[in-house]
């Protein structure tokens, strides 16, 4: 079974902060994905990830995949409170369908 | 172009009963997927339908079923409720099965919230 840990669980800072959010796994994965999910939405799409120690940036976000394909990082720059979400990594493994999601980073950004 | 959109959004069954979600895709996409999501958890892939049929399923007992139809979209069904099933019931459409590198771009919908007592 291919788990993805995220960590840390719980993030509260204060807006201008920057921070670091970590998804780690013991397995490979072909793809990885980041998402964010507001409270009574679905998780909405911000990033994929496919090659070995591939970054890519999007605004004040930056992503991360490692050399082995097995973790990946976002890093916010100078949180602002629309920030505020759960971000959720998901990976998967190659000629899968399936996604497997880590259990997320619930972000609180306070102004 | 409509998103992904769920039915119904909230729904409170007892133990034992069964229940049908609904789930329209997003224009465009022929296939849909499903996930449960718990609280405080990462959504769970329980199963893929491609063309009508289920082709990809996660760790759910065979209670969860679903179904596909001719315009795409698609529905969850699980009989004989547990109160462990309480859950927000996720709905992801995409323009294939995906499995591919890179591939599968999914659009998640609001999801259906279902309490089971």
């Known amino acids: 079974t291919q788990l993805l840990e995220q960590s840390p669980q719980f993030l509260s800072i204060q807006e201008g902060e920057n921070l670091t959010v970590y998804c780690n796994s013991s397995?490979?994965?072909?793809?990885l994905q980041w998402y964010r999910q507001e409270p009574g939405e679905g998780p909405v799409l911000l990033v994929t990830?496919?090659?070995?120690?591939e970054v890519k940036k999007l605004k004040r976000l930056t992503f991360q995949f490692g050399d082995a394909r097995k973790d990946s990082s976002l890093h916010i720059t100078a949180a602002q409170p629309g920030d505020t979400g759960l971000y959720l990594c998901?990976?998967?493994?190659?000629?899968?369908?399936?996604?497997?999601f880590g259990k997320g980073t619930k972000l609180s950004v306070i102004p | 172009e409509t998103g992904v959109t769920q039915s119904p959004t909230h729904l409170i069954k007892t133990r034992g009963q069964q229940v049908t979600l609904r789930c329209s895709s997003q224009?465009?996409?022929?296939?849909v997927s499903w996930y449960q999501q718990a609280l405080g958890q990462g959504p769970q892939f329980i199963f893929q339908?491609?063309?009508?049929?289920?082709?990809g399923r996660g760790n759910f007992p065979p209670r969860f079923s679903g179904l596909q139809f001719p315009n795409y979209s698609s529905e969850l069904n699980v009989n004989a409720l547990e109160l462990d099933d309480s859950a927000l019931y996720l709905c992801?459409?995409?323009?294939?099965?995906?499995?591919?590198?890179?591939?599968?771009?999914?659009?998640f919908g609001a999801g259906s919230r279902l309490t089971v007592l």
């Open positions: 990830v496919v090659t070995g120690g």
């Open positions: 339908y491609y063309r009508e049929e289920e082709n």
């Open positions: 224009s465009g996409h022929n296939t």
């Open positions: 397995s490979v994965f072909s793809s």
């Open positions: 998901a990976g998967r493994a190659g000629g899968s369908y399936q996604l497997t």
């Open positions: 992801a459409s995409s323009l294939d099965p995906g499995g591919r590198l890179g591939a599968n771009v999914l659009t």
